[in-house]
């Protein structure tokens, strides 16, 4: 029988990329291993902070990308000579009102992330915006962004909102960030046929649906959420990477038509067979970890993926196998890396 030779392991640091990682930056966006926001750690204003008057800050007319991160500003105002701009960046300041902008015509982006922002308003000048990001505020309603038909990414990550709505103009979006929200159910979705993003981790979502409209969708991700039975996806037949890991899934069915996924998520669930996959030809990465397959057979499912180069296998009734990694080598002979350990031939 043939053997592999196998040297010492390389260990590795963890990428999931089961959120959306264009918002927030190196110092404020903190997230564990299942997409979920670090409460310890999140970004969040200092109370004693006192705002500053922004007479004391100066603009430069001819900028076309302003910087204006973390200085203190409490309020909106004294923008109008910035009718150059096409990127604005307020993020990590005191504001409370989303205000005095109607002067930003030529805006494309503008980043409110991390301040107290209560409500979304008077935006219906930027007709031009095409990314918004007013995530770590406080908003409870998505709303006031009926102008904004240009609009491709939008992100209202870590808020209070409860429900999915008013978003029916963006036909333009391609990308939705929704996370760490208080959301209970997919709907108000139809309208957005240019979505390629979905970004719904961290809610109460409890079942799969309302996404039929959504055929260009290539990535979905709705970690750490309520989700007990896989449905709803068969018309998702663009779908390249399924983020379903931390909920109650207890099956792997329901992925007949997603033949085109190269990454399949769904660790942290009460899955006790891999099964009803075989077809996923495409498949590159598989994580499976904090599951109950206790069965060498159950590989199988997986040797049709001949680019497959990932499988997280962690913490299953199988890992307790003295043999655990030879055998996924041996099953599995295109995987280079065995859960955050690199094979090393």
Not at 63 to 84: N, P, Q
Not at 106 to 131: F, G, H, M, V, W
Not at 164 to 190: F, H, K, P
Not at 238 to 250: A, D, M, P, Q, V
């Amino acid at each position: 029988m043939a053997t592999l030779s196998v040297g010492e392991p390389q260990e590795m640091e963890v990428d999931r990329r089961g959120e959306s990682e264009e918002s927030g930056d190196d110092e404020t966006k903190r997230k564990s291993l299942n997409g979920e926001v670090d409460s310890l750690q999140a970004p969040s204003t200092v109370p004693e902070e006192s705002p500053v008057d922004m007479d004391t800050i100066t603009l430069d007319p001819d900028e076309e990308d302003v910087d204006l991160v973390h200085c203190r500003i409490g309020k909106i105002e004294g923008l109008e000579v910035l009718r150059k701009a096409k990127t604005i960046s307020l993020r990590q300041n005191l504001i409370k009102h989303i205000e005095n902008l109607d002067s930003l015509v030529s805006l494309r982006e503008l980043d409110l992330y991390d301040n107290q922002i209560r409500k979304l308003e008077n935006l219906q000048a930027l007709t031009e915006l095409e990314q918004l990001d007013v995530s770590f505020n406080l908003l409870r309603k998505i709303e006031g962004l009926e102008c904004l038909s240009k609009i491709k990414k939008l992100f209202l990550l870590h808020n209070k909102i409860t429900s999915i709505a008013n978003l029916d103009q963006m036909t333009s979006l391609q990308m939705l960030e929704l996370g760490s929200n208080r959301i209970r159910i997919i709907e108000n979705l139809d309208c957005l046929t240019s979505l390629e993003s979905l970004f719904l981790g961290t809610n109460k979502i409890a079942q799969l649906q309302n996404l039929d409209g959504l055929h260009n969708l290539t990535v979905l991700s709705i970690q750490s959420n309520r989700i007990t039975k896989l449905e709803g996806l068969q018309n998702l037949v663009n779908l390249r990477e399924l983020y379903l890991s931390h909920n109650g899934i207890e099956v792997i069915e329901g992925l007949e038509n997603n033949k085109k996924l190269t990454t399949l998520d769904i660790a942290a669930n009460r899955i006790k067979k891999i099964e009803n996959i075989s077809h996923l030809t495409e498949l590159k990465e598989f994580w499976m970890n904090d599951n109950q397959i206790d069965n060498w057979a159950d590989l199988d499912e997986l040797k049709n993926a001949k680019g497959l180069e990932t499988v997280y296998l962690e913490r299953n009734p199988l890992q307790k196998d003295p043999q655990y990694r030879r055998k996924i080598m041996l099953a599995l002979p295109s995987v280079r890396q065995i859960d955050a350990t690199f094979i090393r031939f």
